[in-house]
């Protein structure tokens, strides 16, 4: 039977969901304000609060503030008759797992509750690894307060304790690389070294180099021995971003030094141990790409030990205003600007937005904003949000000749980037077999990534 404390001023309001909530079967605690919710609070563990958010001395987001100081698990529930986006954002910035405006459905309210009991679970069994990883989340960079963050971040601080290989999925711009060093930085291996290398960035003849260093001689241009990443990287941890474009022919020797944890320099001819533990990352989907024969099958299965998904964000749009708002701080200081808020109009374009480059893209509309804001509130003329894909195929087809004449070289740029976008979605994200398709060589379409900034 769950506890559920109501707290609302409201004579006839506060009785009425006393009678509801005991009908589920729910054992139900009223406080007429604040004050008296905290001090039950304080005597007793709730498993949900219901607030309302128009009360005297403490109204109901200051309420979650305060309740959240001594107890970050419980679930929060606010009611208000003032419904708004400001106000929804308020109440989830401190916490609060939904609202609803007090004209609601019985029936709808009922299964607002249900469902939010039924994450209660969740959040409990992460609260600890949460408190754990706390200067992780916020140094480490990572943001977020979603059941599927909170699920990520129960993974991490369960991974870290372990040596074993990680291999982190998740569209661009979804903080993979954030995940691995969350991962490296609450790890015994956190005062050893942690590197990265991404194997899409890197052409093939020079990516065996990297990764395991080179003798004095063995190529044009070795004017000395070098040591690889992974001798760089003994006693820490590898973060191999982009796995899926790694070569067949590199596949191979990096499934050897996962077997035999020894290495050996291009021109070398001594074996070289070493002990690193490795995280990889992708966009791709490296089982596919192993029944095609692009991905070797073994290397798939010694990396994906453990597998970590990260969410897109239009899957956890809970967490868009904490990270709107950690953005925006961020930028108003980078920027020196002096703005005090964002206004509710805009963060209901973002709240409606899909974002399909994820936290990146969020992360520009919100430093493009700042940097063109020129009054003490970010509007919503000045967070421009547009959907690329859309604007490009558009852009595309349009073969209209404007009577003030085009930039060719403009108008050409919008086509490739567009039928690149196209290559390389329909290729599952690989970049050979992109390539293929538009009938270049792999170190072209690299050349026109790196032009074109779709990195």
């Given at each position: 039977m769950a506890n559920i404390l109501v707290v609302d001023d409201d004579n006839d309001m506060r009785e009425f969901l006393d009678i509801l909530l005991a009908e589920e079967g729910y054992e139900v605690t009223c406080a007429k304000e604040a004050k008296q919710g905290l001090s039950l609070c304080k005597k007793k563990k709730f498993d949900l609060i219901i607030t309302d958010l128009k009360m005297p001395k403490i109204d109901g987001i200051d309420f979650i503030k305060r309740v959240k100081e001594f107890s970050p698990e419980t679930l929060v529930i606010l009611i208000t008759g003032y419904a708004s986006p400001e106000t929804a954002y308020a109440a989830m910035q401190e916490g609060a797992i939904d609202y609803v405006e007090k004209n609601f459905d019985?029936?709808?309210?009922?299964?607002?509750?249900?469902?939010?009991?039924?994450?209660?679970?969740?959040?409990?069994?992460?609260?600890?690894?949460?408190?754990?990883?706390?200067?992780?989340?916020?140094?480490?960079?990572?943001?977020?307060?979603?059941?599927?963050?909170l699920k990520v971040?129960?993974?991490?601080?369960?991974?870290?304790?372990?040596?074993?290989?990680?291999?982190?999925?998740?569209?661009?711009?979804?903080?993979?690389?954030?995940?691995?060093?969350?991962?490296?930085?609450?790890?015994?291996?956190?005062?050893?070294?942690?590197?990265?290398?991404?194997?899409?960035?890197?052409?093939?003849?020079l990516l065996e180099s990297e990764l395991f260093g080179y003798m004095k001689g063995s190529f044009s241009g070795a004017y000395s021995d070098k040591p690889g990443l992974f001798e760089v990287a003994h006693a820490g941890t590898i973060f191999l971003d982009e796995i899926g474009e790694l070569p067949i022919s590199l596949q191979v020797?990096?499934?050897?030094?996962?077997?035999?944890?020894?290495?050996?320099?291009?021109?070398?001819?001594?074996?070289?141990?070493?002990?690193?533990?490795?995280?990889?990352?992708?966009?791709?989907?490296?089982?596919?790409?192993?029944?095609?024969?692009?991905?070797?099958?073994?290397?798939?299965?010694?990396?994906?030990?453990?597998?970590?998904?990260?969410?897109?964000?239009?899957?956890?749009?809970?967490?868009?205003?904490?990270?709107?708002?950690?953005?925006?701080?961020?930028?108003?200081?980078?920027?020196?600007?002096?703005?005090?808020?964002?206004?509710?109009?805009?963060?209901?374009?973002?709240?409606?937005?899909?974002?399909?480059?994820?936290?990146?893209?969020?992360?520009?509309?919100?430093?493009?904003s700042v940097a063109l804001e020129t009054s003490n509130i970010v509007l919503p003329e000045n967070m421009i949000i547009t959907d690329e894909e859309s604007s490009d195929w558009n852009r595309l087809y349009d073969m209209s000749f404007p009577d003030e004449g085009l930039d060719l070289n403009d108008k050409v740029a919008n086509i490739e980037r567009c039928l690149i976008k196209k290559a390389l979605e329909k290729a599952n994200g690989s970049r050979t077999k992109a390539a293929e398709l538009l009938q270049i060589s792999v170190d072209s379409l690299r050349y026109r990534l790196e032009k074109l900034d779709l990195r």
């Amino acid at each position: 039977m769950a506890n559920i404390l109501v707290v609302d001023d409201d004579n006839d309001m506060r009785e009425f969901l006393d009678i509801l909530l005991a009908e589920e079967g729910y054992e139900v605690t009223c406080a007429k304000e604040a004050k008296q919710g905290l001090s039950l609070c304080k005597k007793k563990k709730f498993d949900l609060i219901i607030t309302d958010l128009k009360m005297p001395k403490i109204d109901g987001i200051d309420f979650i503030k305060r309740v959240k100081e001594f107890s970050p698990e419980t679930l929060v529930i606010l009611i208000t008759g003032y419904a708004s986006p400001e106000t929804a954002y308020a109440a989830m910035q401190e916490g609060a797992i939904d609202y609803v405006e007090k004209n609601f459905d019985n029936e709808e309210f009922k299964q607002l509750v249900r469902e939010a009991l039924s994450k209660k679970g969740v959040r409990e069994e992460d609260a600890e690894f949460i408190r754990d990883i706390e200067d992780a989340v916020r140094f480490g960079r990572i943001i977020g307060k979603s059941k599927a963050m909170l699920k990520v971040y129960s993974l991490i601080k369960k991974v870290a304790q372990t040596t074993t290989n990680v291999l982190i999925m998740g569209e661009s711009g979804t903080g993979k690389e954030l995940v691995a060093e969350a991962i490296h930085e609450n790890s015994e291996r956190r005062d050893k070294p942690f590197v990265t290398i991404n194997c899409g960035g890197i052409p093939e003849t020079l990516l065996e180099s990297e990764l395991f260093g080179y003798m004095k001689g063995s190529f044009s241009g070795a004017y000395s021995d070098k040591p690889g990443l992974f001798e760089v990287a003994h006693a820490g941890t590898i973060f191999l971003d982009e796995i899926g474009e790694l070569p067949i022919s590199l596949q191979v020797k990096l499934l050897r030094v996962i077997q035999t944890k020894i290495i050996r320099r291009v021109g070398g001819s001594r074996d070289i141990k070493v002990d690193v533990r490795i995280i990889s990352a992708t966009n791709q989907d490296l089982r596919e790409k192993s029944k095609h024969g692009t991905f070797r099958e073994d290397l798939f299965y010694r990396l994906n030990v453990i597998p970590i998904h990260m969410p897109p964000l239009r899957k956890r749009k809970e967490d868009i205003p904490v990270l709107t708002q950690f953005f925006f701080e961020k930028y108003s200081k980078k920027f020196g600007k002096k703005i005090n808020k964002i206004s509710s109009y805009a963060i209901e374009l973002l709240l409606k937005y899909r974002f399909p480059g994820n936290v990146r893209e969020l992360e520009n509309i919100i430093e493009r904003s700042v940097a063109l804001e020129t009054s003490n509130i970010v509007l919503p003329e000045n967070m421009i949000i547009t959907d690329e894909e859309s604007s490009d195929w558009n852009r595309l087809y349009d073969m209209s000749f404007p009577d003030e004449g085009l930039d060719l070289n403009d108008k050409v740029a919008n086509i490739e980037r567009c039928l690149i976008k196209k290559a390389l979605e329909k290729a599952n994200g690989s970049r050979t077999k992109a390539a293929e398709l538009l009938q270049i060589s792999v170190d072209s379409l690299r050349y026109r990534l790196e032009k074109l900034d779709l990195r």
